[in-house]
């Protein structure tokens, strides 16, 4: 149900507090897999959800955008005293016109993406000074990222014997997916509708139950 800290007695009297569970995407690290950080620090609560606001209202959507999640120092003053605090801050990894790129290409493409531009033009420096740039490395398949986290979910489902009706309205719920059944998990490819962002959240699901049992 909704809560009101300022209005709930429970929280008023200590049996509750307000927590922060932010999950994310780490695109570059081994695996594929969506990581969590919990904190019940009012200020780094504020100071994220105040940036995932302004990533939302300035792209439309926070899903699939290159954030940066920091740890700073700030200047509190809880009950009057003044203090200096370790708290969290999430900021745009690149400016406002690449964030944008970003945000208008569908979820499922956007790393496929090329890093934006920060090699120096070539006339820059006189050539004695320049270095040689190392040839791009190219961006994973889709598809093959996608098959990939296929592989996993399907390894999970059998692993954790999920039943058909769990299934069906999980993906009905989160992504109003109506038609993913059980048996869709013995094909060697998704369904058309699953997309990669639903398949990550999906195995993050799983990895929540399996570490709940």
Known sequence: MPCDPERCPCYQKGYCHRI????????????????QLDTTSFYSIVNVNSGLKLIRGTCGRVSMIPLSLKLIEQEVTPEGIEKTVQV??????????????????????????????????????PPEVREPVEPAKPAPSCNQALLDLWTRAK????????????????????????????????????????????????????QHHEDSI
């Not at 922060?20 to 990581?35: E, H, I, T």
């Not at 970003?102 to 006339?123: C, F, I, R």
């Open 88 to 125: 969290l801050s999430l900021t745009g990894s690149y400016s406002l016109a690449e964030t944008q790129r970003y945000a208008q290409t569908p979820p499922g493409q956007v790393l496929l993406l090329a890093a934006p531009d920060s090699e120096p033009p070539d006339d820059l420096f």
């Open 155 to 206: 390894s999970k489902v059998w692993q954790l014997d999920v039943r058909d009706e769990q299934v069906a309205n999980w993906f009905r719920r989160n992504y109003r997916i109506a038609d993913v059944r059980l048996s869709d998990f013995d094909l060697i490819e998704p369904p058309s509708q699953v997309t990669i962002e639903a398949l990550a959240h999906f195995l993050m699901s799983l």
């Open 20 to 35: 922060l569970n932010l999950q994310f995407l780490l695109p570059d690290c081994p695996g594929f897999g969506v990581y």
